[in-house]
């Protein structure tokens, strides 16, 4: 079966500093990924996509990026954090359609705080 | 650029109420989701409907695709606290992998 991890759990950072979060799929092969936001309270803002190694699409034009150095791994990077990045930070993989999308499948999500 | 907006935004209901959440989109849709989001967690999937006024029933909850393609909505029969959470709705973007969620609806439900 598959399963998707993500780590750190939980990330106080102070503004400025650096990021990484990591995302890793096991159990399938050629996912979709996917990075997903969540301000408190709130919906989900897609952040970033990805159909295949080194192939990424960005949606929000912000202080983060994303890589995908392996297939069944995702990474999600700023150099400098703001306040505003704060927030509950979701991965989510999906099979490769042909061109369509398909179900979702979330990770447990890294909370994010920045002070 | 496509829009999905669910309403209603809260919902507070005694337990053994039913509840209804409603999504729409600005556009046609090829298909909708729906996912469960519980306190503190991860959106878990529940759901996809394909066909025009699709209805699929999961238990207590009943999921409906509108004739035109352009709403669904979710409804759940004497709700229990096990269905507190937020529901979203989900809609692909055409000829794409990205997926645009609603606003969701968070249900609160008194015991």
């Known amino acids: 079966s598959q399963t998707i991890h993500q780590w750190p759990a939980t990330l106080v950072q102070p503004v400025g500093s650096p990021l990484s979060l990591e995302c890793t799929v096991e159990g399938t092969s050629n996912p979709n990924l996917y990075w997903y936001r969540q301000a408190a309270g709130r919906g989900l803002q897609l952040l970033f996509y990805?159909?295949?190694?080194?192939?990424i699409s960005s949606e929000v034009p912000q202080n983060l990026s994303a890589s995908r150095p392996q297939d069944r791994q995702f990474i999600l990077s700023s150099k400098k954090l703001l306040l505003s990045d704060s927030g509950f930070y979701l991965c989510a993989w999906s099979h490769l359609g042909q061109g369509r999308a398909d179900t979702q499948y979330f990770g447990p999500g890294t909370r994010l705080t920045v002070l | 650029g496509q829009q999905v907006m669910q309403i209603p935004q809260y919902q507070h209901v005694q337990e053994g109420e039913d509840f209804t959440t409603y999504c729409n989109s600005s556009t046609t849709l090829s298909n909708i989701q729906w996912y469960k989001q519980r306190p503190g967690g991860h959106p878990v999937f529940l759901i996809q409907?394909?066909?025009?006024?699709e209805v699929k029933k999961q238990k207590r909850l009943t999921f409906q695709f509108g004739e035109a393609k352009k709403n669904s909505s979710l409804h759940i029969t004497a709700t229990q606290t096990t269905d507190v959470g937020t529901y979203f709705c989900?809609?692909?973007?055409?000829?794409?992998?990205?997926?645009?969620f609603g606003t969701g609806t968070r249900l609160k439900v008194l015991a």
């Open positions: 990805s159909v295949g190694i080194g192939q």
């Open positions: 409907l394909v066909k025009s006024g």
């Open positions: 989900a809609a692909p973007t055409s000829g794409t992998y990205k997926y645009i």
